[in-house]
């Protein structure tokens, strides 16, 4: 039964988060919270890892919350049923697009998708944010690279090194001591 849901839950994921990888994010907190398939915290951890390896992260957080769930055949249905509702959906508008590639309604709808996938990620970030900032260094590190992103253009594995590095220096000193 546990892979007629992971199947309906990732096709739902696919069919519904306009937006990219991270507009599955509220999606994938719902799932935590109603099948307690992984934790809130674990999701944190997928997200970081689903951001560091190659591929869309939509995709790689499928793949690793089936491998999480219940091992590589939940992996492999996640997977495939995130991907299957773009797959239909890219083949269907490829057939219209030169019909309504123009029209003011399919513009309309577009444009107002954007702002909801926007906030959707803004509501998850600050989601994240809570859950993973935990004490004063947490905040010390975070705020910095927050004003780092805002100040510089890095690459984001930069700032994927960097707080790593922060966290396990961090970690060493309060073990230390």
Known sequence: M?????FKEFFKIGLLSFGGGFATLPFLYHIAEKYHWYS????????????????????NMATYAGMKTQGLITAVIATISIILPSLFIVIAISKLLRKFSD???????????????CALIA???LRLI???VTNIWGGLIFGSLL??????????????????????LLNIISKAQ
Request: proline letters at 6%; a positive charge; hydrophobic letters at 50%.
């Open 130 to 132: 809570k859950s993973s």
């Open 40 to 59: 809130v915290d674990e999701l944190t951890q997928m997200l970081a890892i689903s951001s560091i390896t190659p591929g869309p992260v939509g995709i």
């Open 147 to 168: 004003v780092i992103l805002f100040t510089r253009k890095k690459s984001p594995i930069f700032y994927l090194v960097v707080s790593g590095l922060a966290g396990l």
């Open 103 to 117: 029209n003011f309604y399919v513009k309309s709808a577009i444009y107002g998708l954007k702002p909801a996938s």
């Open 2 to 6: 546990i892979y007629f849901y992971m």
């Open 123 to 125: 509501a998850v970030a």
